[in-house]
Structure formats: C-alpha cells, structure tokens
C-alpha cells in the first residue's frame, strides 16, 4: 500500500504520462473500486462491465486530481468512480415507458378499478377501448406497460421532490455506509467558507438556527434560507 507520499508522487508521474505509475495506482486501489462496485450489483448490468465503468471514472480521477484540492486522492476518486457508473446506467438504462402511455395506463387501471368495484366483475378490453375512445390494442399496450421493466433514473413521483428511484434503494452494508459518507465530506469540503460553516454548526455542533444567526450577524430568517440552498446543492452533487 502507498503511503500519501508516495500516492503523490506516482499521480504526478501518471499524469506526466507514465503508464506503469498509472497501473500502479490502479492495483493499489483496486479494492476501492470493487467495493463500490458491490453498491450496483444486481442493477441489471454485468460485473465486467461495471468493473469497466468504474476504471475509467477512477482513470479519469487520476487525470484530474489536483493536490490544491486539498483533500486526500480517494476522497476525491469516490464521487468521480460512482458519477461515472451512474452516467452509464443513466444512458443505458432498462425499457423506459412514455410519459403520455403512463398517464393512459394510470386513468385506465383507475378506470378498471372503479369499474370492479361497481359490478364485481372486470370490464372486457373491447368496452374499455370503447370508454377511452382507442383500439383494442392501445389498451393491451397500455396495461402492459405498467409491467414494464423501469429505469432506475425514473422518476419515483411527480410530487416526491424529483427523486429518482435509485433515491429509494436502501443501503444496509456498513461499507456502502462509509462510502456515502466520504462522498458527503468531499461535497461539504467543496462548500464556500460561510456555507461550509452552516452546515458543520448546523447538523454536526447541534446548534440552532438563532445560534448560528448571532455567530454570524445575520437575521434567524437569513439563515434558514441560506441553510435550505446549501441541502439544495449538496443534493444535486449527492
């Protein structure tokens, strides 16, 4: 394992073009990249493949890094190897339903549902067709697109604050715990000098809103607004 020194010196080497630097980096930090491989397993894409995916976002951490950032190379890595994975399945996502069949899906199973409830019998395909003034075959599309396999990028609910169903999918690994956590750190630490300040007061001193305010000379007001922007930009970047 290379020490921080070390680590420096073979990132400057690599980005002066050195290719064993760069191999050497990589096998060192091989383990890194698997474990946040393990946070994407079962997501529809193959091992090799994420493994890929995830070695070109670390390449490309290699390429970027700056010791100016002021943080350590894997801090900085983390968020580069999962927003590279994530472009992927973004772009290469499962079967995505139109939003236009969606809503005709929604109001027909509405309508099935009422109509059930009504009769205690199930309306045939031609009487829906007839109701939603469509063929016998856009209502079987419509119904079966509900059972459609759904990209993880969609989004969870039209009034769920945007979230993405990838938001939704629990991590209970200790592991992908302290990953999610070093992405935190290298988001808080890109934070300005006040923002960083709210925050740290905020969620990890325990202070209050009214504390914070005297801290700082402004208004209770102030700050609650301030505090709402920077969650706003710390969940963009999360």
Do not use: C, W
Not at 17 to 26: Q, V
Not at 175 to 194: A, P, Q
Request: no cysteine; glycine share 4%; net charge negative.
């Amino acid at each position: 394992m290379l020490n921080q020194e070390e680590l420096l010196d073979y990132i400057r080497k690599a980005q002066n073009g050195d290719d064993n630097a760069k191999e050497l980096i990589f096998t060192t930090n091989s383990p890194l990249i698997k474990s946040i491989i393990r946070r994407f397993k079962n997501k529809g894409i193959e091992y090799d493949d994420l493994y890929q995916i995830a070695s070109i976002g670390f390449i490309k951490a290699i390429n970027n890094f700056d010791e100016s950032f002021g943080v350590k190379f894997s801090t900085y890595s983390v968020p580069m190897i999962i927003g590279e994975i994530k472009r992927y399945m973004r772009d290469n996502g499962a079967i995505k339903v139109s939003r236009s069949l969606k809503v005709l899906a929604n109001k027909i199973n509405r309508f099935i549902d009422a109509y059930q409830t009504e009769h205690n019998a199930a309306p045939t395909i031609e009487f829906i067709a007839e109701e939603f003034n469509i063929t016998q075959e856009e209502v079987v599309v419509a119904i079966d697109s509900t059972k459609m396999p759904l990209s993880i990028f969609d989004k969870f609910d039209d009034e769920d604050d945007g979230q993405e169903l990838i938001d939704k999918i629990p991590y209970s690994d200790n592991e992908e715990s302290t990953l999610d956590k070093i992405h935190l750190s290298n988001i808080i630490e890109s934070l300005n000098e006040r923002e960083k300040k709210i925050i740290i007061l905020r969620y990890f001193r325990d202070k209050t809103q009214s504390e914070i305010a005297e801290s700082l000379g402004v208004s209770q007001v102030q700050v609650s607004r301030l505090e709402n922007k920077i969650i706003d930009k710390i969940r963009l970047k999360f």
